[in-house]
């Protein structure tokens, strides 16, 4: 069995998660992590790995199979460009890029080198979502009509979780997940754009990022996208997030309620439980293991269905233009 190097870069909440994930395969070892935080050290004792401050010192000490970016989004292109450079294939946590320009560089680097490359839109793994894909595609529902999906967060995300969230808005942390499952369910390419959004809560609280947005998405058939995006919810809410996502067709519709998986426990409070990713046994089990097991068959050449680059980038290309839109209140035309 050819055994698998791999490095991840940031060790916050999704490099841990992947390194867990792919630590547990049979023909991978996770042999570095680089992240100036004590995160990253702490990681890497977990692991058995070899710590670094920066990812070039983690790529020039290694012979990589592959490199998981886990950084924070606006903090994508260097580690992935570096590392498409060095020949090492990639796992790029979602979004691929804050910025259209840096998506492409880093697409371009990617066609360059010729390296395997994902990016990790976690909904494709989803068994709610992938049941919704399986019946647009047995044609159940007809043409593509309406889609609207409103995805968001609690207020002790940009208060407490993130360090960064003055550097990034609810729609750059949030709509990319929703963006791509929306084109990835009706297969449209994406026209206009038009988007407003609104900063007060945050701001006040010296956070210069937006509370929400919205953002009306409208098709090359005609057919519409409806976003919400907030992370203003209050934290008596009974999740940290609040996922919801509704289809029409033309035969018929399916809603998902993607935040309340159906384990409720009532204590002192109501929380909803999730498990899309839990530990059993000391064992990742769920859509982090799927991921991880199709990033390793991708490096070994078998063929996978995975979220590509140039997906990442209409992703990017879209969110870009819905801030845009949101800034100057117009209509932004796309492509």
Not at 180 to 207: F, Q
């Amino acid at each position: 069995m050819t055994m698998l190097d791999i490095g991840v870069v940031g060790a916050g909440i999704r490099g841990r998660m992947f390194a867990g994930a792919l630590r547990q395969l049979p023909d991978v070892r996770v042999v570095a992590v680089a992240d100036p935080s004590p995160a990253g050290a702490d990681l890497a004792a977990e692991l058995g790995a070899t710590a670094y401050p920066s990812h070039r010192e983690l790529l020039a000490a290694h012979d990589l199979a592959g490199l998981v970016v886990a950084t924070p989004d606006f903090a994508h292109r260097d580690a992935t460009v570096d590392a498409a450079k060095a020949g090492v294939g990639l796992l790029v946590e979602k979004p691929l890029a804050t910025d259209v320009e840096e998506a492409r560089e880093i697409e371009a680097a990617i066609a360059a080198a010729g390296v395997p490359a994902m990016v990790a839109f976690e909904n494709r793994w989803n068994p709610r979502f992938v049941v919704v894909r399986q019946q647009v595609e047995s044609g159940a529902l007809g043409d593509v009509l309406f889609q609207c999906a409103h995805l968001n967060d609690t207020r002790y995300v940009p208060q407490e979780m993130l360090s960064w969230a003055g550097r990034t808005t609810p729609a750059w942390f949030l709509m990319p997940h929703t963006v791509d499952l929306a084109l990835w369910l009706s297969g449209r390419t994406p026209a206009t754009v038009y988007a407003t959004g609104l900063r007060r809560e945050l701001a006040g609280a010296g956070i210069d990022t937006y509370d929400g947005v919205h953002a009306l998405v409208t098709f090359d058939d005609g057919s519409t996208l409806a976003l919400q995006s907030h992370w203003v919810l209050p934290e008596s809410y009974p999740s940290v997030f609040d996922f919801r996502y509704e289809l029409v067709g033309a035969k018929a519709a399916v809603r998902v309620e993607g935040a309340d998986e159906g384990v409720q426990l009532a204590g002192p409070s109501l929380r909803w439980l999730h498990h899309a990713t839990v530990e059993r046994g000391g064992r990742v089990v769920g859509v982090a293991a799927e991921i991880a097991r199709d990033f390793a068959d991708l490096l070994n050449g078998r063929p996978v269905d995975v979220p590509t680059v140039a997906e990442g980038v209409r992703v990017t290309t879209v969110v870009a233009a819905i801030h845009e839109s949101a800034r100057t209140g117009q209509v932004v035309r796309l492509g």
